[in-house]
């Protein structure tokens, strides 16, 4: 079984940033590809962005986050991260990691691709 928890989350206002973190626990986090999505109220869960297991690739949802958030992962921390920049209200939701065993990146911006979830941290950007 493997374990996610968010933090980071809270209240910012726009242009600000965070840097959400996911620490992973229970199995081996070297051998999971991790994503983050997000969902608003009322909207359904969407991709933000996804890293392999090794950092070598790594995908964004489109132009609404690429260039202001950032994925990156520390394999000796058992950690990933998301750092936000230049944050927007529509950037308002809760932010979710999770860990897929597959190696098929072309499926990284599918929910269903993963196997394990955190609880989601909330992230309220104010105009």
């Known amino acids: 079984q493997v374990q996610l928890v968010e933090s980071g989350g809270g209240l910012v206002q726009a242009g600000g940033s965070l840097r959400l973190s996911c620490a992973v626990s229970?199995?081996?986090?070297?051998?999971?590809?991790m994503g983050w999505f997000r969902q608003a109220p009322g909207k359904e869960r969407e991709f933000v962005a996804a890293i392999s297991y090794n950092a070598g690739r790594i995908y964004y949802a489109d132009a609404s986050v690429k260039g202001r958030f950032t994925i990156s992962r520390d394999n000796a921390k058992n950690t990933v991260y998301l750092q936000m920049n230049s944050l927007k209200p529509e950037d308002t939701g809760v932010y979710y990691c999770a860990a897929t065993s597959s190696t098929n990146s072309g499926n990284y911006h599918y929910a269903p691709q993963y196997d394990y979830w955190g609880q989601g941290t909330q992230v309220t950007v104010s105009s």
């Open positions: 229970g199995r081996t986090f070297a051998g999971y590809a």
